[in-house]
């Protein structure tokens, strides 16, 4: 007979290769025909809700790691609570207005000014539904399962109007003006910048230090005295209206180069060592309070600086007399308000300095800084020249530098109901919880936001003018040009003059014969993105308001979680989620941003491509996201091999569970072994760690706990010792089939619990599988961790310290085989010795405790009494010796028994009963 026909070996047609880029693109095609999405929703439907609000992508290009990390990270969540008792759909979105996309056609090759507004703004909705088609086959290449069908996009009439509305609200409390003052400037882009559409970089700029004749000291100080001021924007200077000083600090009167200067005493050696004074000499001292409305004179023209007092004023640089321009500045344009200053802005959209800058006009200010300090040079004003590199506003889109310019802008106001934003922020959940100190000082700190852009792909600013010059925004209107976008789209606006815009027999006293103009101004595309609370969540029936989560980057607390904010908030008076959760830049594997020109560059259709997308998803879920994440290809290699370890690990665990029925053949805990039962307990408690890790967002904690359950409990401990029974024994005999249960149980809560994360893997598995009902383990619920109380706790205890002798024998055996005492395990019979506080650890016979070690014979005794050849270990003296017996040829133990068996002469007594019971 040959034996091998006698073991009950796996079997499983579960393949041991993923091919994860082949099956995956099979996969995903299945769900669609089945529309996974729809029986998802319809099998949870009546649940409690629990919506995770897309932020929107932008529409341009191609996908990079940072879109993958962030849709993973919502899949998983999603995915998760559609198998925790919420009904949890999901809605992609898509952010499509803005400068990105009139940019992205221009350089294409399209001629702006050949086209109308109308024919150009079509050529952009086009291009973007064009970009939403590609970004959204990658996002369900990656597995994000959601209604793809009917995403949310801003362009859409729908989600136009709904805008218009939150706009209109806003309004009518008062929260939307009109006004000059400066705003980040962007020459490059020709349009009024958010502070979200900010990004910091190093630039070279001039540094000069000029000094102000005084030309009125109020008899505070002398004609002779000149203010000196430090300043990085020469271009600046034509636009000088004063001076401001801090009211707390002490000055100084110095004379210097045969001059007398008037600074900040604090700042009194940095200046000297700055500018090079050999020598220097403090005539006087006076408070900065006392220079309240002293006049200076302007060092190029014939007009006056007004010297004022500001706390914003510091000591951190400079002189402590700050150049003051209200025109380019923010605290510059307060403090000239607070002193009856007007805004001077002399330069155009397009940097380019104006008359009102004389000597300099036509000059780019960038070209104007040089003509400025060469000017001071010649008046003498000029007391230093050199270069720094600082950190400096650049337009995100263009990367160049930007400007503040004082314009007549559209603005929301913050400071109206700044109290209830930051109390909204204290009532949401933040993950991490540095979050919400982030977003609050935030809010704290900024300014009225800036809505308004010089731009002509957005959403129109829905206001009229009447021939007076007053701005029209009323219910009638709002509603009015709301239900037209509705009904049109927003083209409408930029297709038909203001009259035909207008409500039929409108009227307005301030436009006696009926004239009236229209903004030609857009909005941000932030008021876009932050309406999205209203045009999608209030607007959709699957969705509701508020969410309970929000997820992005951390660049989105001064983008899209702050502009959302301030919209709900203003309408509704709380925020539109309940949570927030952001997560970190994806960089390259030394830490650097990815850039095509360092060629650093890792983009999640080259790993799809090659690994896989589980790849990509486990690996996402085994960073902390919640920090930057280094993306390299030994990070994926590394993925991979755990990839490799579960995906082993299940087919092993269907191999060995081919023959088992859970409805005949289930054994019940009280039945099992106490080894068996021990790793029953060990599922409930990862069963228990895995689905606290997703509740907290932890997704690592469940990367770990998978992976160290697989080759901790699993593959090294439990599987190898289960060959000994599932392939030894009868079919039907009891161990084994306390053994099929456990392997079955487990199988079946790994993959319900790893659905989140691999969702391609677990489906494939989920195919092979005889005895599950569900068409998808996606229409399954997360496995619940069974109880057992005190029993449970004594099992752990008792194999903990069975686990650390079982490290010390296979330390032992390995020491043996190094000797050539013994070739296998099982060659080996061992004697362990234990010290006094052990002596129980054996005291029951309930374990196997040869198949336990995987030897052929155990013995155990007292530390006492072990022999000196025994090895000295951690927890036990442990003694290995070759087994006395034969090998039997179908278990391959060292048996005495092995020919005792007049039938079976090659075999042990054991394996000779199983072959005459089912082989016979």
Known sequence: MDYKDTLLMPKTDFPMRGNLPNKEPLMQEKWDEMDIYKKVQDRTKGRPFFVLHDGPPYANGDLHMGHALNK???????????????????????????????????????????????????????????????????????????????????????????????????????????????????????????????????????????????????????????????????????????????????????????????????????????????SYSVERELQGSELDRVVAKHPIYDRDSLVMLGEHVTADAGTGCVHTAPGHGEDDFYIGKEYGIDALSPINDKGVMTEEAPGFEGLFYEDANKAVTKALEEVGALQKLSFITHSYPHDWRTKKPVIYRATAQWFASIESFRPQLLNAIKETKFTPSWGETRLYNMVRDRGDWCISRQRVWGVPIPVFYAENGEAIITDETIAHVSKLFREHGSNIWFEREANDLLPEGFTHEGSPNGQFTKETDIMDVWFDSGSTHQGVLVERDDLVYPADLYLEGSDQYRGWFNSSLTTSVAINGHAPYKGLLSHGFTLDGEGRKMSKSLGNVIVPAKVMNQLGADILRLWVSSVDYTADVRVSDSNFKQVSEVYRKIRNTLRFLHGNTSDFNPATDSVPFADMRPVDRYVYVKLQDLIQEVRESYENYEFAGVYHAVNNFCTGELSSFYLDIAKDVVYIEGVDHPHRRAMQTVMY?????????????????????????????????????????????????????????????????????????????IGKSLEAKVTVFVPETFKDVFAKDDVDYAQFFIVSKFEEGLEANAPEQALKLDAATVLVEHADGEKCERCWTISETVGTVEASPDICARCADVVETYYA
């Open 72 to 278: 993973v990270l919502k899949d998983m969540i999603v995915r998760h609570k559609s198998m925790t008792g919420y009904h949890a759909p999901y809605v992609p979105g898509w952010d499509t207005h803005g400068l990105p996309i009139e940019q992205a056609l221009v350089n294409k090759g399209v001629k702006r000014q050949e086209h109308s507004i109308a024919e150009f703004r079509k050529m952009c909705e086009d291009y973007a539904f064009g970009q939403i088609d590609n970004q959204r086959s990658q996002f369900k290449r990656i597995g994000v399962r959601g209604d793809w069908e009917n995403p949310y996009i801003t362009l859409k009439p729908g989600f136009e109007a709904r805008q218009i509305e939150v706009f209109g609200e806003m309004a009518k409390k008062g929260y939307i003006y009109k006004g000059l003052k400066p705003v980040f400037w962007s020459p490059s882009s020709e349009s009024a910048l958010a502070e979200a559409e900010i990004e910091y970089k190093d630039k070279k700029s001039p540094s000069i230090y000029v000094a102000f004749p005084v030309k009125d000291g109020l008899g505070v100080v002398e004609q002779d005295v000149h203010f000196l001021i430090w300043t990085t924007t020469p271009w600046t200077i034509p636009a000088n209206l004063g001076i401001s000083v801090h009211p707390e600090f002490t000055y100084v009167i110095v004379q210097a180069n045969g001059k007398k200067f008037l600074i900040a005493k604090d700042l009194l050696a940095f200046v000297a060592e700055e500018i090079g004074w050999e």
């Open 745 to 821: 149980e487990t199988l079946l809560a790994l993959l319900k619990l790893l659905t989140p994360i691999l969702p391609h893997t677990t489906d494939e598995m989920w195919g092979y599988m005889a005895h599950v009902e569900e068409d998808s383990v996606q229409l399954t619920d997360m496995p619940e961790a069974k109880e057992f109380g005190a029993e449970a706790q004594a099992l752990r205890d008792r194999f903990a310290t069975l686990m650390q002798i079982r490290d010390d024998v296979l330390k032992a055996l390995e020491e043996a085989r190094n000797s050539k005492v």
